[in-house]
């Protein structure tokens, strides 16, 4: 399996970046961009399997990413980020990559789907079905968001999309709806930054129960779930201290 990653900058700090599903290491561009002006940071990226320009596969469990994960990026970096579906990758790969720091964005810990139950059972019966029209109402909400974004986020943006493999997206939405994070002490320091969209992919009783385990829990206000996108500035101040 070949993953891609990409390293910009020189400096002393080195970070990981691990992007959502449908996205790409590029993707990143508008974060990484202040953290290279800094002067203090080295910035590797990755693109997950089935994304960007990393090779497509037949599976795409979590654990495949998680694997693949620690394969391509080094170990024992000063911190790790991972954003919605790559938070979800970065927590079943922490223990082995042992940065100094972990750090959540909105990371999809615990979607906001019904999996028990007659709700449960009608939903995921036909889940193209029903993961297309709840795809589709966020598709609309975040075509308005994206509307106020620079050109060159939305040409990232069209672009990942276009190198995305589509074929994971119920297998991965299933996945992580079926066996979410178990709150516990984190393997290594750990923040998570939440947006306003947070419910959908971690609940607040979830993030008073990671905060009681001894994580950091921060909340930006104001923005949407790819707020590294939508507000890279206000996302980068919210967690320099921690990279």
């Known amino acids: 399996m070949d993953i891609a990653t990409t390293t910009t900058g020189t400096g002393p700090r080195h970070v990981g970046l691990v992007h959502g599903l449908g996205g790409s290491g590029a993707t990143w561009g508008p974060l990484v961009d202040l953290m290279v002006a800094t002067g203090a940071y080295t910035v590797t990226t990755v693109d997950l399997r089935g994304h960007g320009a ?14 693949d994960l620690c394969a391509a990026l080094p170990h ?10 790559g938070g ?19 990371p999809g810990f615990q979607l906001a789907l019904p999996t028990s139950g007659i709700a449960g059972r009608l939903f995921w019966a036909f889940p193209r079905l029903t ?4 795809a589709l109402a966020q598709a609309r909400k975040s075509a308005a968001q994206r509307a106020g974004f620079p050109p060159r986020t939305r040409e990232l943006l069209t672009d990942a999309e276009g ?22 002490p984190a393997a290594v320091p750990s923040a998570v930054v939440l947006s306003d969209d947070s419910p959908a992919v971690l609940p607040d009783e979830l993030a008073e129960r990671l905060v009681a385990d001894g994580w950091t829990v921060r909340r ?3 923005v949407h779930h ?3 996108l939508e507000a890279p500035d206000r996302t980068f101040s919210s967690i320099a201290d921690l990279l």
């Open 54 to 67: 990393s090779d497509r596969s037949a599976s795409y469990r979590l654990d495949d990413f998680a694997d």
């Open 76 to 85: 024992g970096l000063h911190s790790v980020v991972g954003h919605s579906l």
């Open 88 to 106: 979800a990758v970065l927590v079943r790969a922490v223990d082995r990559l042992r940065p100094e720091r972990a750090i959540y964005l909105d």
């Open 131 to 134: 993961l297309g029209v709840a």
């Open 163 to 184: 190198r995305f493999d589509a074929a994971m997206a119920v297998g991965v939405f299933r996945e992580v709806a079926f066996t979410p994070v178990v709150p516990g």
């Open 220 to 222: 930006v206000a104001g």
């Open 226 to 228: 790819d707020m590294h």
